[in-house]
């Protein structure tokens, strides 16, 4: 009997949740390790901001899924893992030992100096995030017009800026502002540029007023400083940039999602090697948990593991506005009312997935 040990309830891991069956687990010690019980579905989390639901629905109940598929659940967070002696040190002083690792923890946000912690809000990790936004709908009902700026230029920025005005328009906050600010020349670099300017111009449509080429390095009193020298007023501040690799580990994964021979590492706190601008996307750590399954199992039984492929297209859908999303699909691209219903199908099916074992 082997203990395979599966560090945070990620996007990837979930995947691996699913897949395997009572029998398999039965046969070897199966461990999850995570700080929480949950895990925040990140596809929900612009139709929160917006006011379209509730807290309680954008959560799946992970460690309750794992358990009943015969994992044993430990509450708590892995602080490094030692790939020498193959154990993992827990942050409650605990040491776990393993005959195969998988990690897949998510990634670290970048921190920008602030002068106004309290009014600056990282959306990841969402542990962190939740509390501090229940401060932003103080806010709103505090200002009569809210002024929000979101720092970053990537789909994740874009859907929450849209997302904000949404909810401002639906509080009638007329004169309540949104900027999304980013160091890129343009909106969602990985996209082609008519792609990027087509976001662009719904924004723009929308009442976002963006801010292109500005590099945040400092955060002021409640203001940022723009490169042409005029000052940007703010509420609260979101913080929307692509997260770092994890520091529990050293290494990128191989191209079969493996650090070494015991460990592999998956989704956005990984970086792969040769992969330099792979997107942290969630569409991305669902295929590599696909993967690594299929891997794991291999493992378990002394076969080589094999390599994950990426897809040369992911299907992204962006919220934009208050009743349409834009489809992308590599050079392809819609915007309208079907993207935005076929996404809440996608998200539907993909919450329901994890109510039955
Ligand atoms: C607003 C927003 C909207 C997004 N929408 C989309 C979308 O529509 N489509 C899409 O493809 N992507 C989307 N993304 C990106 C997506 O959220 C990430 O790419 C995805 O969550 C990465 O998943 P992951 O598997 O790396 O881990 P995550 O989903 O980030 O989960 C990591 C898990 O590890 C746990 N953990 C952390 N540290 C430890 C530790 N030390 N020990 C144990 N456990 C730990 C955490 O508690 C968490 O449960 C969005 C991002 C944002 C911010």
Same mark, same amino acid.
């Given at each position: 009997m082997k203990t395979i040990v599966l560090i945070g309830s990620g996007h990837a891991h979930l995947e691996v949740l699913k897949a395997l069956t009572s029998e398999e687990i039965a046969k070897h010690k199966f461990i999850l390790i995570s700080p929480s019980r949950q895990t925040y579905y990140s596809g929900l989390v612009p139709r929160f901001i917006s006011g379209? =639901?509730? /807290?309680? #629905? $954008?959560? =799946?109940d992970s460690a309750d899924f794992a358990e009943a598929k015969g994992f044993k659940f430990i509450q708590d967070e892995a602080q490094s893992v030692d790939q020498i002696n193959n154990s993992v040190s827990l942050k409650s002083g605990g040491k776990i030992n393993f005959d195969l690792l998988s990690i897949n923890v998510g990634g670290t946000p970048t921190k920008i100096s602030s002068d106004a912690p309290f009014n600056t809000i990282y959306v990841r990790p969402f542990d962190e995030f939740m509390p501090k936004w229940r401060e932003v709908q103080r806010i709103c009902s505090a200002c009569v017009n809210p002024r929000f700026v979101v720092v970053g230029g990537g789909a994740a920025a874009v859907e929450v800026a849209a997302s904000l005005r949404i909810r401002l328009n639906r509080n009638q906050a007329k004169r309540s502002e949104v900027h999304l600010v980013s160091k890129? +020349?343009? $909106?969602?670099? #990985?996209?082609t540029e008519k792609i990027s300017e087509q976001i662009k111009k719904s924004l723009l449509k929308s009442g976002i007023k963006i801010h292109l080429d500005e590099q945040v390095n400092h955060i002021f009193q409640k203001s940022l400083k723009l490169s042409q020298g005029e000052n940007l007023e703010f509420d609260s501040i979101f913080i929307v940039t692509p997260t770092q690799p994890s520091k529990i580990f050293t290494g990128k994964a191989d191209?079969? $999602?493996? $650090? +070494? /021979?015991r460990v592999y590492a998956v989704g956005d706190g990984t970086e792969m090697a040769g992969h330099p601008n792979l997107p942290r996307s969630g569409v991305i750590a669902v295929h590599q948990g696909r993967h690594l399954v299929h891997n794991i199992r291999n493992s378990l039984i002394d076969l080589e593991p094999s390599d994950f492929k990426i897809k040369s297209k992911q299907l992204n859908i962006l919220i934009t506005g208050e009743n349409s999303a834009r489809l992308v699909w590599g050079n392809f691209s819609f915007e309208g009312k079907w993207p935005l219903r076929f996404k809440n199908w996608i998200d539907h099916r993909y919450m329901s997935s994890f109510r039955k074992v």
């Amino acid at each position: 009997m082997k203990t395979i040990v599966l560090i945070g309830s990620g996007h990837a891991h979930l995947e691996v949740l699913k897949a395997l069956t009572s029998e398999e687990i039965a046969k070897h010690k199966f461990i999850l390790i995570s700080p929480s019980r949950q895990t925040y579905y990140s596809g929900l989390v612009p139709r929160f901001i917006s006011g379209e =639901i509730e /807290a309680r #629905n $954008l959560t =799946i109940d992970s460690a309750d899924f794992a358990e009943a598929k015969g994992f044993k659940f430990i509450q708590d967070e892995a602080q490094s893992v030692d790939q020498i002696n193959n154990s993992v040190s827990l942050k409650s002083g605990g040491k776990i030992n393993f005959d195969l690792l998988s990690i897949n923890v998510g990634g670290t946000p970048t921190k920008i100096s602030s002068d106004a912690p309290f009014n600056t809000i990282y959306v990841r990790p969402f542990d962190e995030f939740m509390p501090k936004w229940r401060e932003v709908q103080r806010i709103c009902s505090a200002c009569v017009n809210p002024r929000f700026v979101v720092v970053g230029g990537g789909a994740a920025a874009v859907e929450v800026a849209a997302s904000l005005r949404i909810r401002l328009n639906r509080n009638q906050a007329k004169r309540s502002e949104v900027h999304l600010v980013s160091k890129g +020349s343009r $909106l969602c670099e #990985n996209y082609t540029e008519k792609i990027s300017e087509q976001i662009k111009k719904s924004l723009l449509k929308s009442g976002i007023k963006i801010h292109l080429d500005e590099q945040v390095n400092h955060i002021f009193q409640k203001s940022l400083k723009l490169s042409q020298g005029e000052n940007l007023e703010f509420d609260s501040i979101f913080i929307v940039t692509p997260t770092q690799p994890s520091k529990i580990f050293t290494g990128k994964a191989d191209s079969k $999602l493996r $650090l +070494s /021979a015991r460990v592999y590492a998956v989704g956005d706190g990984t970086e792969m090697a040769g992969h330099p601008n792979l997107p942290r996307s969630g569409v991305i750590a669902v295929h590599q948990g696909r993967h690594l399954v299929h891997n794991i199992r291999n493992s378990l039984i002394d076969l080589e593991p094999s390599d994950f492929k990426i897809k040369s297209k992911q299907l992204n859908i962006l919220i934009t506005g208050e009743n349409s999303a834009r489809l992308v699909w590599g050079n392809f691209s819609f915007e309208g009312k079907w993207p935005l219903r076929f996404k809440n199908w996608i998200d539907h099916r993909y919450m329901s997935s994890f109510r039955k074992v």
